[in-house]
């Protein structure tokens, strides 16, 4: 059976750490509901999700609902993306400048050797 690619929404730090110890390579993508720019971007940051190996994992953050993540990560402006491997932090992005956001994707992918 080929592997799937795991999309959640975590706001519990604990259940946060959990999901990064089960999962080897993740992206964060922290937003909030009334954030325009964390909805204007979605479209394509799914198109660049899309296009690595299903073995990366994708967990959305809702910084209004996960105030110890966000603290954690010093998330103080959305959306902000956030590259994980093996549980440690790597590439960070945040804004919605799509420039930037490929240039995160392209990491991430140079990372796992996609």
């Not at 899309?50 to 959305?78: H, M």
């Not at 804004?95 to 990372?111: D, L, P, Q, S, T």
Request: with cysteine; charged share 25%; hydrophobic share 40%.
């Amino acid at each position: 059976m080929a592997e799937e690619r795991r999309l959640v929404e975590i706001s519990d730090y604990s259940k946060f750490i959990q999901f990064l110890s089960e999962n080897p390579v993740v992206i964060m993508k922290a937003h909030a509901t009334w954030c325009g720019p964390c909805k204007t971007i979605q479209p394509f940051f799914e198109e660049k999700v899309n296009e690595l190996p299903t073995g990366v994992s994708v967990v959305y953050v809702d910084v209004d609902k996960a105030s110890t993540i966000s603290r954690k990560y010093r998330i103080r402006s959305v959306p902000c993306m956030i590259s994980f491997f093996k549980g440690q932090p790597y590439d960070v992005v945040k804004g919605a400048n799509g420039g930037e956001i490929f240039k995160f994707f392209e990491k991430v992918k140079k990372r796992i050797g996609a």
